[in-house]
């Protein structure tokens, strides 16, 4: 409910401060006086965009503020999401600097015009002829036979189901897109990964090859320089060996002669024993030489092999295969894996749809249930509303699509007049009809759900008589639910308000300022005795006003 509306240095108004209570509040004034500059002010705090021409001095910052009571509004979530500190009586401030520049605040926090208009449209519904399409539009139309139908958890969890639905179809999507294209490539990668699998790599292999191809290339020179070796070191009398140990015989006889001596001694057998050792290894290594061509082959073939998978795949070492093998591996199994995720997916999405149809059916029945009431209760009030051939033509129908409202299409016909000629409300129905369309439905609305505050701007233009007093009627009794705000050139309408405002225009120092006040009975008898008659106002314009409020 919005209880006070501040405006500062906003088009003709200098400063205006006004409180609102519950029920209904009519704003009345003459042509030009500053009514729609009300509804600016408020577009303004509930999220319009601004620009300097808004402020009246624009040397000065254009503030508009408004207090509004959340408690019937469930709004906790809201501000919970939006990060948003909630009160049950939050203070929505805008502000337009000299520069241009916007600013919002909820409840002192700055806040994005998107976060702004996300609460303004959940505290302030404003109608006027020209914004009654909605009602023409299949979405608005389940809303509201929606509230008849007492679907709301079963809407709840289809829409839920329906978000887990697309999200399901295009992982799936996604997957089978990638299968395809892993697919193309699916033989030839499995070919390569093979080949490598199949070569058994070993990350220090081709080093060990390479020595091992090169002994057995040349084993007839190694074995014959081995063996020349052999018998330098070893020949009997003559050989290495035998001529070092006669010189270490020779030394050790003289060795005790001196320091020196015995070292050399110690030096001379330290030698021996390697050569000897050497000697050992020689022999060892020669007979375990053995001329093998087929070895050689199966090396030189092994070799070939891996050089060739290195060229193949453009790299220098048997590492760099090892990791292309395990990549394609990956690729391989991956693409395999796809098909048991998809089959997966197509599985769960099928258990999804299942509990979406079920849900749907509950839905589809309730709404069957709710369309007659909602077409005779739409019919009825629409008669009090001088539209009594005024008939509904409207049916649910179930649909294989899973739809955003449900599965099914509604199809609201309507015809103004006798013989049935129905058609959709967009082509068949004036502005004016839009307009107690939308009041009626707004009324039926009201004993339903918690509505915001609604705000009606002349939504009764080319209205009179007795029509004016049931529409005038219907809106009082929409005030028992919800605060209503009705600006309005009828008197009948005027009557009927608890609170009556009066816009108007007054100088001050040099310049024009708009007013708003709110006006006491003696002033309201007054003002709807001007609506009835004009300025001039007559004794009979006078009674009749009195009649008007008394009633």
Known sequence: MLKGLSINNFALIEQLQVSFDSGLTNI?????????????????????????????????????????????YNLVTFFEEQELDYEEETIIRREILPSGKSRA?????????????????????????????????NEFQFQVLDALSGAEREIESYKRGLVLLKQKEKEVATLRQNQEEFTKEFEYNSFLYKELEEAKLKTEELQELEELYETLNNIEEIQERLSGAVSLLNTEEVGISDQLHTVKSNVSRIASFSKALKELEARIESVYIELDDIGGTLHTELESLEADPGKLQEVSQRLELLNTLQAKHGVSSIAALIAIRDEL??????????????????????????????????????????????????????????????????????????????????????????????????????????????????????????????????????????????????????????????ITHLPQIAAKGAHHYKVFKEDSKNTTVTQLKLLSKEERVKEIAEMIGGKDISEAALSHAASLLDH
């Open 28 to 72: 009345t004034g003459e042509t030009g006086a500053g009514k729609s500059l009300l509804l600016g002010a408020l577009g303004l705090l509930l999220g319009k965009r601004a620009d300097l021409s808004s402020s009246k001095d624009s040397t000065t910052k254009c503030i508009i503020e408004g207090v509004f009571s959340l408690g019937k």
């Open 329 to 486: 591996e990956e690729k391989v199994q991956k693409t395999a894996s796809l098909t048991t995720d998809i089959e997966s997916l197509d599985q769960e999405i099928e258990k999804i749809k299942t509990k979406l149809d079920k849900v749907a059916l509950l839905i589809h029945g309730k709404r069957k249930k709710a369309l007659p009431k909602l077409v005779k209760e739409l019919e009825t009030i629409l008669s009090d509303l001088g539209m009594a051939n005024a008939t509904f033509k409207a049916a649910v129908t179930m649909e294989e699509a899973y739809l955003a409202n449900g599965k099914e299409v509604l199809e609201f016909l309507f015809s103004a007049n006798k013989g049935g000629n129905y058609g959709l409300l967009k082509k068949v129905a004036s502005g004016g009809e839009l307009s107690r369309i939308m009041i009626a439905i707004k009324a039926i609305l009201s004993r339903y759900t918690q509505l915001p505050t609604i705000i009606f701007d002349e939504i009764d233009t080319g209205v009179s008589g007795e029509v004016a007093h049931k529409m005038a009627d219907l809106m009082k009794a929409m005030s028992e639910n919800l605060q209503v705000f009705s």
């Open 105 to 137: 605040f909820i409840n002192d926090t700055p806040v994005t015009l998107q976060s702004l208009a996300a609460l303004g449209g959940r505290l302030i519904d404003i109608h006027s002829q020209h914004q009654t399409l909605d009602v023409t539009t």
